[in-house]
């Protein structure tokens, strides 16, 4: 089915440890995001990139690193895990910069110990 | 700054109920507004939107009206069933829809009861 798809759905790292979350979408959207979801709040934006080649900083974007891969892949990094980053992670993309986000993969939920 | 205020939750009814949930927001300028819906275990997913004041937007029973003068976009649908069951997330953008811009509500637990 065509989407966004997000790996791994789970995981579990200790502080300190790195990670890297992957996202594609085969819909040839160009704009893709990161956001996180915490109990209680809304999503807040971590990064995007409105196309390939370029990103830049969201709301809440101390800790991660993203790299938009080519157009299909968006990847976002935890060099160094911290407790405060245990939260559940979307992906999602639209089809331009001016749109917003159309389709969100089913997210990551990702536990720093 | 910019800001979304949604109704707390959980809200529980009973199929075929009314649904109204309530969604106000501050902007400074003229936002577009948005209704995403996250079902158990997914990613959410866009509802509907409304661009400029007095539109209503709607989908799959659900319907919101942009009002300016009151800066609220309500959520409703007349008969609501089980399949419904979701949070509900209102959310704003500014005029240019940057993704920069894109401000969500704590979302709404929506429960419905066979």
């Known amino acids: 089915n065509a989407g966004v798809t997000q790996t791994p759905k789970f995981q579990v790292l200790k502080t300190g440890q790195s990670m890297t979350l992957q996202c594609a979408q085969d819909?040839?959207?160009?704009?893709m995001y990161w956001y996180r979801q915490d109990p209680g709040m809304g999503l807040r934006l971590i990064y995007y990139s409105a196309s390939e080649g370029t990103t830049d900083k969201g709301e809440v974007p101390n800790g991660y690193n993203v790299s938009r891969l080519n157009k299909r892949e968006f990847s976002l990094r935890l060099e160094s895990a911290a407790p405060s980053q245990t939260s559940v992670y979307f992906c999602a993309s639209a089809d331009r910069e001016s749109s917003q986000p159309q389709h969100f993969g089913d997210g990551t939920r990702l536990s720093i110990l | 700054g910019d800001s979304v205020t949604q109704m707390e939750g959980p809200v529980t009814l009973s199929e075929e109920a009314f649904l109204t949930i309530n969604c106000t927001y501050t902007a400074t300028g003229y936002p577009s507004l948005f209704w995403y819906v996250q079902y158990p275990g997914e990613g959410l997913q866009l509802l509907l939107k409304a661009t400029k004041a007095d539109d209503k937007g709607s989908n799959k029973g659900f319907e919101a009206t942009y009002r300016k003068e009151t800066t609220s976009f309500h959520l409703e649908k007349g008969s609501v069933q089980v399949s419904d069951s979701a949070v509900y997330f209102c959310a704003l953008s500014d005029r240019s829809g940057s993704a920069r811009q894109l401000t969500f509500g704590s979302g709404t637990q929506l429960t419905v009861l066979p």
């Open positions: 819909m040839n959207h160009n704009s």
